[in-house]
């Protein structure tokens, strides 16, 4: 029987793992780490150092393995997600079959938590067959994002959205809302909306040494964050961010 273990391992400081997460990582025979193109290097990276700082079972192997890439030009968005999460499926079926075969635990260590805009869970039960799934909860980028602003998230006894640039894009400000919450934002959705009385906190490569932070009224810094965003993104090669938005009172 096959146990999948799905870790999650926070924003990039290995010094937000969680201790279940340091014994859950020890556990394991096998640890699968995604290589995501060279743009995206510093990601296995990430996976490799925290290993290294907390593995301390000689029995555990680490292996890495390259996720097929998803056809982002695709016009029917959900359709070429499901194709693109049936071949990391294939591929993790591929890896456990030849490293495993087919009894053990294979862990993955998943960026964030795997409850919160991540497919894990998803690819995780298309596999054939459906392993025993165990989940390590992570500190989640919102988290993240509002710790280093040092913010609350939420207004006293206020409800907040969480969406993603997409759907801000497409759909406009949360119809009720007064706090939003946006992630997987590919460009910078906020350039959509109108910026009067909006106040953003933004967030990029959080927990990573190259962290980078800022927060304002929309309107006076909307700018500044396109151009450093595209600046941080042509340096590294790629970048993911996310960032708070709130209605104000002038």
Same mark, same amino acid.
């Given at each position: 029987m096959i146990t999948l273990s799905l870790i999650g391992i926070g924003c990039g400081d290995p010094e937000q793992l969680t201790l279940a997460a340091v014994r859950a990582i020890n556990a394991a025979d096998l640890i699968l780490i995604p290589r995501k193109g060279e743009e995206k290097s510093d990601l296995a990276e990430l996976r490799r150092e925290i290993c290294a700082r907390v593995l301390t079972s000689a029995r555990t192997r680490l292996v890495e393995?390259?996720?097929? +890439?998803? /056809?982002?030009?695709?016009? /029917?968005?959900? *359709?070429? =997600?499901?194709?693109?999460? %049936?071949? =990391?499926?294939?591929?993790w079926s591929r890896e456990i079959k030849a490293h495993l075969g087919g009894n053990g635990r294979v862990a993955f260590l998943i960026w964030g938590d795997p409850?919160?805009? %991540?497919?894990?869970?998803?690819? +995780?039960?298309?596999?054939?067959? =459906?392993?025993e799934i165990e989940v390590t909860p992570g500190v989640t980028a919102i988290q993240a994002l509002c710790a280093a602003h040092a913010i609350p998230l939420n207004e006293i006894g206020a409800p907040?959205? =969480?969406?993603?640039?997409?759907?801000?894009?497409e759909n406009g400000w949360p119809l009720g809302a007064e706090t939003v919450v946006v992630m997987l /934002? *590919?460009?910078? +959705?906020f350039q959509s909306l109108d910026p009067a009385g909006l106040h953003i906190w933004w967030g990029a490569y959080l927990g990573m040494p190259h962290q980078m932070m800022f927060s304002g009224p929309l309107a006076e810094i909307g700018a500044g964050i396109v151009e450093a965003r595209a600046a941080a993104r042509a340096r590294n090669?790629?970048?993911?961010?996310s960032y708070i938005l709130k209605r104000v009172s002038s």
């Open positions: 393995f390259d996720l097929p +890439a998803r /056809d982002a030009g695709r016009e /029917d968005y959900r *359709g070429g =997600v499901d194709d693109w999460h %049936d071949a =990391v499926a294939a591929a409850s919160l805009y %991540d497919s894990s869970l998803r690819i +995780a039960h298309r596999l054939d067959p =459906v392993p907040f959205i =969480v969406t993603t640039g997409r759907q801000l894009r /934002d *590919g460009g910078t +959705a090669g790629w970048i993911m961010d």
